[in-house]
T-cell receptor, first 113, second 111 residues
Framework: DTEVTQTPKHLVMGMTNKKSLKCEQH?????MYWYKQKAKKPPELMFV???????INESVPSRFSPECPNSSLLNLHLHALQPEDSALYLC????????????FGQGTRLTVV | SQQGEEDPQALSIQEGENATMNCSYK?????LQWYRQNSGRGLVHLIL?????REKHSGRLRVTLDTSKKSSSLLITASRAADTASYFC???????????FGKGTRLHILP
């Protein structure tokens, strides 16, 4: 199984809502990532987890809260988002950190209204 | 933060022609990767070239790496309509735990 599964595929939320994005992989990868991508732009790194511990936070606002409950799961909790946070949120995993081949999910298309 | 810079930003070629995209980066790297993205969905890994390698092939793909110039190129030979996508190079910035993407090249294959 070489898939990274993200749910939901689409999400519309109000600025006062709390929602979560989920990501799952069963490749035994020990590094997992969250990226944000705006239209016609490259993916921007948000968070890196290594062995279930947060190793990198790219100065992401606290309204985005990552969580890694176990080695297969990665969540991104969303609260009090702004319309400019609307984007494609991509999860990825790799065997370990250090620019090895990463496997990406299909993303969650988030719209904040 | 962006590490890589691709050019051209957009490229349109006829089916069957070869497509070449370039990537420049700023810091030392362990390796460089190329990814493809169709229509704003997930990225697909194409090829990884290590800093001590100069050229690598995978099917119709040929990647070169020049660490002295901090640049890489991706050549797609005999292009097909299905190659229409955005292509990104990705590097580890300053050899840390990040995978940082360049701005990308949007490739359009004309029938």
């Amino acid at each position: 199984d070489t898939e990274v599964t993200q749910t939901p595929k689409h999400l519309v939320m109000g600025m006062t809502n709390k929602k979560s994005l989920k990501c799952e992989q069963h490749m035994g990868h020990r590094a997992m990532y969250w990226y944000k991508q705006k239209a016609k732009k490259p993916p921007e790194l948000m968070f890196v987890y290594s062995y279930e511990k947060l190793s990198i936070n790219e100065s992401v606002p606290s309204r985005f809260s990552p969580e890694c409950p176990n080695s297969s799961l990665l969540n991104l909790h969303l609260h009090a988002l702004q319309p400019e946070d609307s984007a494609l949120y991509l999860c990825a995993s790799s065997q370990w950190t250090g620019n090895t081949e990463a496997f990406f999910g299909q993303g969650t298309r988030l719209t904040v209204v | 933060s962006q590490q890589g810079e691709e050019d051209p930003q957009a490229l349109s070629i006829q089916e069957g022609e070869n497509a070449t995209m370039n990537c420049s980066y700023k810091t030392s790297i362990n390796n460089l990767q190329w990814y493809r993205q169709n229509s704003g969905r997930g990225l697909v890994h194409l090829i990884l070239i290590r800093s001590n390698e100069r050229e690598k092939h995978s099917g119709r793909l040929r990647v070169t790496l020049d660490t002295s110039k901090k640049s890489s190129s991706l050549l797609i030979t005999a292009s097909r309509a299905a190659d229409t996508a955005s292509y990104f190079c990705a590097t580890d910035a300053d050899r840390d735990d990040k995978i940082i993407f360049g701005k990308g090249t949007r490739l359009h294959i004309l029938p």
